[in-house]
C-alpha cells in the first residue's frame, strides 16, 4: 500500500509505525553524519548566543554560567571525539541541547529562546566553512610556496612550449611552474569573495522573519569574529544555498588548475615525453608490463578536479527556483559540500607532496626533434639585424623547408615574465596582498575566547 493511499490497514498502529520510520530514513539520509562535523561549531554558536541572551534578561548571571561550562564540557568531548547523536535524536542542535537539559534541567531549556534551528544551523554552516576556507587557503599557500621555488630553482632549465600539442617555442620549467604559481593567485580572489560572503552573521534571523526578542545581533557578530551582520532576516535565509553557490565556485576554479597541473605531470611524465620523473614509490606498476611507472596519483587528482568543477552547477540545480524561506532540500547541500570541501583541500596537499619528490629532466632539448623550437629565436635575431618581420620569417621558413635551417639553441627572453625574467617577487607580492585581506588571526582569536 502506499503512503498515500486512503484504504485503511489492517495493522493500522504497526503500519503507521514502519511508514513514520521509513520516512524519516528517506528524509534524514546523512544528515546525522554531516551533522557530526557541525558539532563544534554549534557549540561556539549557542555560547555566543546564550552570552547575548544574558544581556538582554533572558537568562541569570547564574544560568548562563551553568550553561557555558557545560556547553565548553561538551565542546571537549566533541574534540576528543568522544560524541555522537543519540539514533533517536534528529540532529545535532537536539543532541547537545537533550545534554543540556539532562545536567541542568529546565535551565537547558532556555538556550534556544530568540533562536530558530533555521538560523541556528545557518551560523553552524557559516562557521564550518569559514574554518575550511582557511584550511583550504593555508594549503593553497603551501603549494604557491612550492611552485615558487621550483620555479626559482628551474629557471634557466629548458623546456619545449607547446601550440595544438605541436612543439611552438622554447619555455623553462621556471616559467612553467610559476604559471600555476600565478594562477593560484587568482583563484584565491574567488575564494576571497566566498570568504567575504561567509564570514557574515545570519543569528538571530531566527526562521527568516526575526524575533519579538530584543535580541543584540551585533554583539554575536562581535562574539564570533564575523565581518559583519546579514542585515535583513528574510535575506540571511536566502543565503542559504547562496553561500554554498559561491564557496563551490572558489573550489571549483582551484579544482581547474590544479586539474590542468595534474594532466601536465600525467603526459610529461610519459616515455614520449620524458620531462619529469617520479620515485618508485609515487607511481605504480602494472600487473603485465615490468617497465610501467603509472601516474596514479595525478590521475585521481585530475579525475577529483573534474568532478569539483561540476559542483556549482549540482548546487544551483539543488537551488534553483525554491521558494522564499526554508525548504527541506536545503538539507542535501551538506552531502554535496562538505566532502567537496575536503577533496579540494586533499588535493592541494597532495599536489605539494608529490612536488617535494619531482625530479626535472635538464637535457631535454639535446633531442634534434626539438630543433624548430628555435625558428623564432632565428626570426628574432634577423629582426634585430634589420630585417623587416615578414621576410625574416619567410626567410626562417624557406630554410625549414629545405632542410637547412641550423638553430642556435639560444634564447634572449629578458621581459617581464618571460624565460629570464620570471617575476617571482611580483607574484609572491600579489600572494601577499590577497592572504593579508582574510584577516584570519580575528576569527581563531574570537572563537579562542569563546571556547576557553
Sequence with gaps: MKLWQKNKPTDPVANEAYA??????????????????????????????????????????????????????????IRRGNFAIAPDTEDVHSQIENQLTEKLGDVGKKIHSG??????????????????????????????????????????????????????????????????????????????????????????SAAGYGSSFPLDREMTTRLLGFDSTDYNVVYAQMGRGKTERIVAQAISSLAATIGRFAMDNTMFLSQNFGFISYPDHLTTGSS?????????????????????????????????????????DLQLLKEVLFPALQDIEDVLTMADYMLAHVSVNTNILDDPKYAYLFSVESVNALVLQGVPFRDAYRQVGVQIEAGEFKPAYQVHHTHLGSIGNLATKQISTLMDNILSQFEFDKVEKAEKQLSD
Design 115 to 204: 533562536r530558530s534551528r533555521n538560523d541556528q544551523v545557518l551560523v553552524d554552516l557559516r562557521i564550518f566553512i569559514r574554518r575550511e576556507i582557511i584550511a583550504i587557503v593555508r594549503a593553497t599557500k603551501q603549494l604557491f610556496d612550492r611552485l615558487q621555488a621550483l620555479s626559482e630553482q628551474h629557471k634557466d632549465t629548458l623546456m619545449p612550449g607547446y601550440t595544438h600539442l605541436q612543439v611552438a617555442m622554447p619555455s623553462s620549467f621556471g616559467l612553467w611552474f610559476g604559471a600555476y604559481a600565478e594562477s593560484l593567485v587568482d583563484d584565491l580572489q574567488l575564494v576571497m569573495a566566498a570568504w567575504r560572503i561567509t564570514n557574515r552573521n545570519p543569528l538571530g
Design 20 to 77: 513514520l520510520k521509513k520516512v524519516e530514513k528517506f528524509t534524514v539520509g546523512r544528515d546525522r553524519e554531516m551533522d557530526l562535523l557541525l558539532a563544534e561549531a554549534d557549540i561556539l554558536g549557542s555560547l555566543a548566543h546564550t552570552r547575548m541572551l544574558e544581556t538582554i534578561d533572558l537568562l541569570t548571571q547564574d544560568e548562563l554560567t551553568a550553561i557555558q561550562k557545560e556547553l565548553k564540557n561538551i565542546l571537549g568531548e
Design 288 to 328: 603485465i608490463m615490468p617497465h610501467k611507472k603509472n601516474p596514479d596519483v595525478w590521475e585521481i587528482t585530475r579525475g577529483r578536479c573534474n568532478i569539483l568543477q561540476a559542483l556549482p552547477g549540482t548546487i544551483a540545480m539543488l537551488t534553483t527556483n525554491l521558494p522564499l524561506g526554508y525548504n527541506r
